[in-house]
């Protein structure tokens, strides 16, 4: 077993805490990392002097009480996925600065197959859920197989050849060699750029966490309305006489006659002096639903999805149901989300999948359903374009030069047979 296998294999054995949602446990490194002996690789490297970067966030706690432990959270991680997954990688052609045609080549086979039983769909989940929950997705690749780095036991460690105790935003701070893996040999994929940080991400949870909170809270407070007896508007009044013994025990009997869904809607018998109160306060009377829906969009907004597009019930009600809104609300995905991302992932996984000269990797998105008006529009943007170049040339004007002008991005693609159009050859001799 090689080093590198050994490291990525070995499990934290210490916490290194900081802040954290939830409650539980921060962030952590790999005990290898801090490790006595292998920080001297470094010269005087120290976590003191601030010439490194850990994760400023609790990644357990972001997987635990956010994606696992809340709906919301966890329907946009999900819908972010699976559209996402649908896009391939391909390499793309450039022709003087221009973007060309897509096209195959052996070079990305590491991301149509990066592991045992996965394709590009699991590759692109994977970097999206830890982009997610971390801001950050690591890869590198051993024995040919794209292997996942915890993102939480990953530290970017940044200096330089002559100081390496400088700062990570000093001018001439550079990704130096870490104890193990050289930048050249890890994806880094940080879709959300942390504004404390020069070179990882920040997860798109992390504005949001009181709106995560308000929502588990508000779930929370439903549920025990229902398991507190179906409703949570009654007061009893005992009379100044009783005991606290005798409370007590009417207490205990009239919560096991009553408390609990099994026992709601059951007839009520109070005792000599107890006084029952309705209130008012109610699911109803607290606009639940709208309260919760707020957070909902909150939450989905922040995910870049929106509600619509997650099908929350927020959106599954009047104008949210149009067809038309639906779509408009696709397409701001697609065109605010979706292609951004994968351009983002297009220029990560570059570092194991290098392009040819004067091409770049690239996604390929024309099979995706969902898609397909935009491919539509396009079409539409197309003849167009050909419809304006043919009245340009029917009018004399040289072909070429009506190609430049109408749409740049065809020049060098078109090719003429040159016979020229009925409308510009040269009348017919009148007969004497």
């Known amino acids: 077993m090689t080093p590198l296998q050994s490291a990525l294999k070995r499990r934290p054995s210490s916490l290194k805490h900081s802040l954290s949602f939830g409650g539980g446990q921060g962030y952590v490194d790999p005990e290898f990392w801090l490790s006595e002996d292998k920080r001297s690789l470094f010269g005087s490297w120290s976590p003191d002097v601030g010439n490194h970067e850990s994760v400023g966030s609790s990644y357990d706690d972001y997987m635990t009480y956010a994606y696992k432990a809340n709906g919301v959270v966890f329907t946009c991680c999900m819908v972010r996925q699976f559209a996402l997954s649908e896009a391939r990688f391909q390499f793309q052609r450039l022709e003087n600065g221009r973007p060309g045609e897509l096209f195959d080549d052996t070079k990305l086979g590491i991301l149509h197959r990066p592991d045992r039983n996965q394709t590009t769909g699991e590759l692109i989940s994977r970097m999206d859920q830890d982009a997610s ?22 530290t970017i460690v940044v200096g330089s050849n002559a100081d390496p105790e400088m700062s990570p935003f000093d001018l001439e701070a550079d990704a130096p060699d870490p104890v193990l893996l050289t930048p050249a040999r890890v994806v880094h994929y940080s879709p959300i750029p942390d504004p404390e940080a020069q070179f990882r991400g920040m997860s798109w949870l992390t504005p949001i966490l009181r709106e995560i909170d308000g929502d588990s809270a508000a779930m929370t407070h439903k549920v025990k309305m229902f398991r507190n007896g179906a409703f949570s508007n009654l007061a009893l009044t005992y009379p100044k006489e009783m005991g606290v013994d005798a409370f007590k025990e009417y207490v205990k009997m009239f919560d096991g006659e009553h408390k609990g869904t099994a026992q709601a809607w059951k007839t009520f018998h109070f005792g000599s002096g107890v006084d029952p109160k309705v209130l008012s306060m109610d699911l109803k009377a607290l606009d639940f639903k709208n309260i919760a829906g707020h957070g909902e969009s909150r939450i989905a907004a922040a995910a870049g999805v929106g509600a619509i597009f997650a099908r929350l019930p927020e959106s599954l009600g009047g104008a949210g149901l149009m067809q038309g809104n639906f779509s408009s609300a696709m397409r701001q995905c697609a065109d605010t989300t979706f292609r951004p991302t994968w351009r983002m992932m297009s220029a990560a996984l570059e570092t ?7 091409s770049r990797l690239w996604y390929d998105d024309r099979d995706i359903e969902f898609l397909q008006q935009d491919a539509k529009d396009a079409a539409e943007i197309d003849q167009a374009l050909a419809n304006a170049i043919r009245t340009l040339t029917d009018g004399g004007f040289d072909g070429e030069s009506a190609v430049r002008a109408v749409a740049p991005h065809w020049v060098g693609k078109l090719e003429h047979t040159g016979l020229p159009s009925v409308q510009v050859q040269p009348a017919a001799p009148t007969p004497s």
């Open 352 to 358: 194991i999948a290098p392009p040819p000269d004067n």
């Open 133 to 154: 929950l971390a801001g950050n997705f690591y890869g590198t690749v051993i024995n040919g197989r794209l292997r996942r780095l915890r993102p939480d036991w990953v």
